[in-house]
């Protein structure tokens, strides 16, 4: 029997070796950082549009490049704002992947008929997937905000903390500011003068990687065996877990906030039939409306004679 329970351990161990290079190897692949590009964009639009519906504005109504300037200041915020910081040019006028990708998932959200892509990306099935993949790219950014700070500022500690924090925050800090403009009151706060919970996970997500891995303060990887084989565990992996479970909570969230498109689309379809209803079915005229109305009649016809 130990043997037999050793052969199947070695087999699951072999199966999740070959799974994990196999999960690596698409990792560092161009079709799948193209992927998590147009994932990104697509959220932060169907989350643009949602807002904008709610604040009494009609998705045909939605401008076009002003709509892009806000998309980018929300999506594309904490490498804006990296940049400035860092007195370098700005990454999304380096590369036109993200200025495409932005222009093209804004544009199919307002201007798609029959409202598909909310139709496509409300399947929830697609979420999962979408929201488990951004949390994945959230955790990249910070990694890469933390290691370009300590290239940029490597003789101060702060650097890499704001430039890790602002890399996963930092629409959350800009948009606000366009939005309100835009607007013309005040409907969003920025994470900077009321941070949330989103502010503080960033910010010790990008202190943790730090600390561990450019500091080596605590340790930076973990190995464990299983089955004969070694895994090797990494504080990049831990934020990756860390954001893919919360966008998951993330997700659940607003799918208890806010109905969708297809709800909303039955809910539609209900108020109509109940409205045609409601208008085929005419108010029954009491008896006594009836005498008057007719005592009414009377009366003018015999002015008439007269």
Partial sequence: KKNIINKKMDVVATKISESIDLLNSVK??????????????????????????????????????????????GGFGGAILNNLIAGQPQLFLQDDIWISAFFASWALTIYAPFNLVSLITGNPLVEVLAYGLEGYFVAQVIVGGVISGVSTFPNTHVGPLVMGTLAGCGGFILQPFIMNAYLGRHVMTSALFAPDFTFYLTLSSAAFYYVSSILHIIPSTHTYEFGGLTFTTTSQHVLEILFTLYFMYVL????????????????????????????????AVQPEQASTQKSKRDHSAKKNRK
């Fill in 252 to 283: 659940c969230k607003i799918r208890l906030t806010s109905p969708s498109p297809s709800d909303t689309n039955t809910k539609k379809k209900v108020f109509k039939s109940k409205s045609k209803k409601a208008s085929k079915q005419e108010p």
């Fill in 28 to 73: 560092t692949s161009e079709s799948f950082n193209l992927l998590m590009i147009l994932n990104h964009t697509f959220i932060c639009s169907n989350s643009l549009m949602r807002f904008l519906v709610g604040q009494k504005k009609r998705r045909c109504d939605l401008p076009l490049f002003g709509g892009l300037f806000l998309l980018l200041c």
